[in-house]
């Protein structure tokens, strides 16, 4: 780090002096940053710290970001460095498994086991693995939790090691809480003090997560957002990011919330905005009167939702609401006071007197115009009006049931109101099927619309004491008057953290909550990533018995098309308060704002309004029952863990004793063979096309995701090695074995690879030899063709088209690529994220000339292609020579997208983790 603007200045708390690099001395040369945005003063600040004379960031970097043009296309690259990663435990895992096998490779090139650990501080907390088996009585926690240590024991054992094992690095056990709330209660510093170059320095807390939703932590200010595996370990590493300097959305806010209206609420106007508006790729940043008034809380929500509306983040800035939290959540007072001061000093707190910035676009909401609303069916930007949410629904039944086999004559069945009718009426009226079932010895009618699952869960909702609090009262009135949860609907309480559990039994709402059916069943996310759980047999026959539509509400963040269950078609994002009152009416074909949700015990009509509490009513026992010490007291023991964490043995050595008979953490092949010299960028030759694929090719196409199939390369593998296909769990939870993740790569059912003639799945055909038309190929799944070509010594290349690698940030799609033998990917144009974890994996990333693909050669995946001219990756373009196998070629130019000297580096040494490895193995022998 230099000071190559001589900005850095000091500052003094608690009587320790910090220094800064001061945005206020930068802006008496460059006066634009003065009306920077807040995240892009962040932004600024991060680069000015980590100047390393060009290699990564350089003065040309920094006077982009000084000089930022709101008006203009996202294009020029910079490098930013996180202070911190967090980790959740489906995506950690492999992360970490990635640290224990650079240990023993560091130890085969001469150094020593203790040179790998985390730069920066690294906290994972396990949130991902608990599932709804059980739920509805007393015992539910602790037999979710047994159940939960006995289907990840082993990942749980690595954990285990992993953190006695690292610096810089520590795991929140099991049945904790979910990792954003954890972050945002307990983790974020808001503002950093480390030592650099010899001198405490402070500076914003920044963040990478692996989850998508680490967004929630803009709600008090600090910049991160989600990123995928490999970024996250390059961070860990002490390696920057590549991203393009954003365009910032202003968002203003004035008014305040009507009473009844919840943050949920306005998150979901929220989301609906944004997506209207197009942020993909933007930041946004929230400001006005309206936020002067908005609790921490509320700001959270928004912020957690970010992937939703489709930003990098939604960020608030850091004022006195920000201040106030951090006393509330028990944080410690010479911290707070650095906060405050850092960001005063630096030009980043806000109040009622600060200027607005220049944003590239802006919008406005008036709060006091949001009202009570849902979204759904299956995407979370589809806001419906509570008081729209009966005649939405029936709309949405129509379109699902009009092609229904159940519809078709004799196969309709009434409800009592519809009664023995002609066939020409029923045909006539509109029917309503139904299946009856029985539960507890009693019959019950589901209907379409019936509510099958109501769940308290998420950590978009679960962090704010208003909706939880609210859920509670709702729950309590309507126990009051003898109503609780129908019985075909699964009930859950999943808090984010133990200090909600501590406020509702505080207050007695934990009993009523309890009373109207809903059970802690777990701490951690449970239904809104599809750990729901089973249903009760008699439910999953009576909806599949007329192919019912059967409905889940969730106080999630997520409802996409088959997410939430199996079994479930519509699944409506809510507000906890209505989570409870859905689960009460069982069923969603209802119109909560005129019918009731039941009858009391003389017979009289409960109405939703006769349960609903007011703001008053909560916000009284938020001020009561909600105090420092209760974080303090459960953040105390944050790290402790239940009795089944404490009692899991992990050896305690530096490099971890990998299992042969493990079927979730294996060793992975990454440094097999790997020497002090890297290869550098050879140019290949005689390479094989593995795939040849057209547009929009995403990461879940590349990537293996969700169940694994028997008869798949993966699921052949368990069998092989014992594993019962009851017990084969998903994908995601066995990212640890790159054996399981390998075989699952490009193994999607809907990927069409071009060369199949339309052929739906993971194949390819294996060519022996130089000489073989398409004709002579040997169809086979695309993993098996691979070991095949490995055999051969033959090097292989994927050709793909626009947009290559679009969707989520997931690390096997770059990881999976380099193991199956992909030295280079060749497509029109790729999506930016996975572009880099290609480079962070060794994978060269090519593109055709613009307006050419692989049709403009006549590819048709049978050729041998040679690309030549590379130059060690300095060359800008190469040339590729196609050859097929009547000995005719074609060559053209391409373009070598390594953008910059890092980058070069990253691929020369085979990755990123091999370049940190030679580092470190050669610091040593120096």
Known sequence: MSDIFNVKDSLTVAGKDHAYYSLPKLAEKYPNINRLPYSMKVVLENLLRNEDGGQSVGENHIEAVANWDAGAEASKEIAFMPARVVLQDFTGVPSVVDLAAMRDAVVKLGGKADQINPFIPSELVVDHSVQVDVYGREDSLDLNEKIEFKRNNERYEF??????????????????????????????????????????????????????????????????????????????????????????????????????VTATDL?????????????????????????????????????????????????????????????????????????????????????????????????????????????????????????????????????????RASEKEGKVRFDEEGGEQEQAERLSAKPKVFSSIDIDNKTHQLHDGSLVIAAITSCT??????????????????????????????????????VVTDYLEKTKLMDELEKTGFYLVGYGCTTCIGNSGPLLEAVEKGIEENNLVAAAVLSGNRNFEGRIHSHVKASYLASPPLVVAYALAGTVDIDLTTQPLGQDQEGNDVFLKDIW?????????????????????????????????????????????????????????????????????????????????????????????????????AGKYLQQRGVLQAD?????????????????????????????????????????????????????????????????????????????????SRDWAAKGTILLGVKAVLTSSFERIHRSNLVGMGVLPLTFKKGENADTYNLDGSEVLSITGLENG???????????????????????????PKEREYVRHGGVLHYVLRQLAAENQA
Not at 182 to 187: A, P, S
Not at 359 to 380: E, I, K, R, W
């Open 159 to 260: 954990l285990h090691w992993g953190k006695n094992a690292f610096e810089n690095f520590v795991v929140v056990p099991p049945a904790t809480g979910i990792v954003h709330q954890v972050n945002l209660e307990y983790l974020a510093r808001v503002v950093m003090a480390s030592e650099q170059n010899g001198e405490l320095t402070a500076y914003p807390d920044t963040v990478f997560g692996t989850d998508s939703h680490t967004t929630m932590i803009n709600g008090i200010g600090v910049l991160g957002w989600g990123v995928g595996g490999i970024e996250a370990e390059a961070a860990m590493l002490g390696q920057p990011s590549s991203m393009l300097i954003p365009q910032v959305v202003g968002f203003e806010m004035t008014g305040k919330l009507q009473e009844g």
């Open 267 to 403: 998150v979901l106007r929220v989301v609906e905005m944004l997506r209207a508006h197009g942020v993909v790729g933007k930041f946004v940043e929230f400001y006005g009167e309206g936020l002067h008034s908005m609790p921490l809380a509320d700001r959270a929500t928004i912020a957690n939702m970010a992937p939703e509306y489709g930003a990098t983040c939604g960020i608030f800035p850091i004022d006195q609401m920000a201040i106030d939290y951090l006393r509330l959540s028990g944080r410690d007072e010479a911290q707070i006071e650095l906060v405050e001061q850092y960001a005063k000093a630096q030009g980043l707190w806000h109040d009622a007197d600060t200027p607005a910035a220049t944003y590239s676009s802006n919008l406005h909401l008036d709060l006091s115009t949001v009202q009570p609303a849902l979204a759904g069916p299956n995407l979370p930007q589809q806001r419906i009006n509570l008081a729209d949410m009966h005649q939405k629904f029936g709309e949405t039944l129509h379109a699902m049931t009009k092609d």
């Open 461 to 498: 909702n679960t962090s704010n004491p208003a909706v939880m609090i609210g859920a509670g009262l709702v729950a309590k009135k309507a126990a009051a008057k003898g109503l609780k949860a129908k019985p075909w609907v699964k009930t859950s309480l999943a808090p984010g953290s133990k």
């Open 613 to 713: 509490p007011t703001s008053a009513e909560i916000n009284e026992l938020i001020a009561n029952n909600i105090d420092a010490e209760m974080f303090r007291k459960n953040y105390g023991e944050v790290f402790n863990g239940s009795e089944a964490w404490n009692a899991i043995s992990s050896a305690d050595s530096q490099l971890y004793p990998w299992s042969d008979e493990s079927t979730y953490i294996k060793n992975p092949p990454f440094f097999d063979d790997m020497t002090m010299e890297p290869e550098g960028i050879k140019d290949i030759t005689g390479a094989r096309i593995l795939g040849l694929f057209g547009n929009s090719i995403t990461t879940d196409h590349i990537s293996p995701a969700g169940n694994i199939d028997p008869n798949s390369p």
């Open 728 to 808: 084969f769990n998903s994908y995601g939870s066995r990212r640890g074995n790159d054996a399981v993740m390998t075989r699952g790569t490009f193994a999607n059912i809907r990927i069409k690879n071009k060369m199949m003639g339309g052929k739906e799945g993971g194949y390819t055909y294996y060519f022996s030899g130089d000489k073989a038309t398409l004709e002579q190929g040997e169809e086979m799944a695309i993993y098996d063709a691979a070991m095949k070509y490995k055999e051969d010594k033959r090097p292989l290349v994927v050709l793909g088209g626009e947009e290559y690698g679009s969707g989520s």
């Open 874 to 900: 300095e060359s800008r373009t190469a040339t590729v020579t196609a050859t097929r196998a009547d000995g005719s070629s074609e060559s053209f130019e391409v373009n070598v997208m390594l953008q910059t």
